[in-house]
């Protein structure tokens, strides 16, 4: 409808992606009122003729009918995160690292004093990138990761509005 041109509020849109700060989110869902057109292919023409206006670097996977209360960010009923982690940060690596910062450290200098292209060259002496993660160490690193899986009380990590009483301050992971 032309008069909804161009207000975001007329088309009651809503967006969920990452949560917290320095969280990227590799994909996120979006809800909009669209007139989408009648047919069994409406959706999909929708979806492709969509795709002609995104950047080669946005995707868009589908689309879908949904209740016409639905709310992207308050009834996401999950969420689902991959975790990456360098080899060296799981693989003990502190002897060579704290080699390779004695080499550069001058006696009267702060650790948080280092410039940038002083971590790369300690990353590079040390080998870092280098590092291999043994069987033993990784699965050491899952059995711990394992003591997350279940029901916990998270809100000591979460928004301070959160009632520490309420459902909202449990979390379960899988």
Known sequence: IPKNFGNVKRLRW????????????????????????????ALAQLVERTRTFLPPDVALHGAAVVANRFDARGDGARRSYKMMLPSCCVEPTMDAVRSALEARLKPEMLPSELS????????????????????????????????????????NFANAKIDPQGPQAMRHIR
Do not use: M, P
């Open 14 to 41: 809503t967006r969920v992606a990452r949560t917290d700060a320095g969280v990227s989110a590799a994909c996120n869902v979006v809800t909009a009122r669209l007139i989408v057109g009648e047919g069994e292919d």
């Open 116 to 155: 940038c292209e002083d971590l790369k060259a300690i990353e590079a002496d040390a080998k870092l990138r280098e590092v291999r993660v043994s069987a033993e160490c990784l699965e050491r690193f899952r059995s711990a990761l394992r003591s997350f899986e279940g029901s916990h009380f998270f809100a």
